[in-house]
T-cell receptor, first 114, second 110 residues
Framework: DTGVSQDPRHKITKRGQNVTFRCDPISEHNRLYWYRQTLGQGPEFLTYFQNEAQLEKSRLLSDRFSAERPKGSFSTLEIQRTEQGDSAMYLC????????????FGQGTRLTVV | SQQGEEDPQALSIQEGENATMNCSYKTSINNLQWYRQNSGRGLVHLILIRSNEREKHSGRLRVTLDTSKKSSSLLITASRAADTASYFCATDLGDQKLTFGTGTRLTIIP
């Protein structure tokens, strides 16, 4: 296990379609984060899990967004009825409780809504 | 919302020169971290400095923290072409997540 992996790396979808992204964290990490990054900006926090529990969701995360981490391992982020404003890089990160918030990031999934 | 703001937004220097970028933030922090992001890729953790620390070194990196001014600086010495990237500061407010700044885009000219 060499790091956080995200799939797919790129996704182009038509407005109104649903999309789902997957993140596999570093295996021993019990915290998993989702961030969104638009061009020229820093990442913005969306949500995080500790094990399988979703502990916080940003107000940026509208009702169309849902995230799960069913067994405390991989996580999925689903966007329903995509809008052009959802176009962004979606970044997943993981960390280890006790090591603070030092985060290890995946390569991201770039979503383009056309 | 962005807690931190990096300055300058963009910086171009000759290879071998030192690069300094600054970060200002708004509220009290547990720690402050610096990350690097190569174009279109994920972020890589560089260094973490706790609120009770004033300076920290890692290889060619030196980070300072001034909590009275709510600011931090990242110095990269003897820059290399491979240092070309965007650099972000991120603050840990004690709420188990990071709040990122807007980034400095560094270009090293060979």
């Amino acid at each position: 296990d060499t790091g956080v992996s995200q799939d797919p790396r790129h996704k182009i979808t038509k407005r109104g379609q649903n999309v789902t992204f997957r993140c596999d964290p570093i295996s021993e990490h019990n915290r998993l984060y989702w961030y969104r990054q638009t061009l020229g900006q820093g990442p913005e926090f969306l949500t995080y899990f500790q094990n399988e529990a979703q502990l916080e969701k940003s107000r940026l995360l509208s009702d169309r967004f849902s995230a799960e981490r069913p067994k405390g391992s991989f996580s999925t982020l689903e966007i329903q009825r995509t809008e052009q404003g959802d176009s962004a890089m979606y970044l997943c990160a993981s960390s280890l409780v006790g090591r603070g918030t030092e985060a290890f990031f995946g390569q991201g999934t770039r979503l383009t809504v056309v | 919302s962005q807690q931190g703001e990096e300055d300058p937004q963009a910086l171009s220097i000759q290879e071998g020169e030192n690069a300094t970028m600054n970060c200002s933030y708004k509220t009290s922090i547990n720690n402050l971290q610096w990350y690097r992001q190569n174009s279109g890729r994920g972020l890589v953790h560089l260094i973490l400095i706790r609120s009770n620390e004033r300076e920290k070194h890692s290889g060619r990196l030196r980070v300072t923290l001034d909590t009275s001014k709510k600011s931090s600086s990242l110095l990269i010495t003897a820059s290399r072409a491979a240092d070309t990237a965007s650099y972000f500061c991120a603050t840990d407010l004690g709420d188990q997540k990071l709040t990122f700044g807007t980034g400095t885009r560094l270009t090293i000219i060979p």
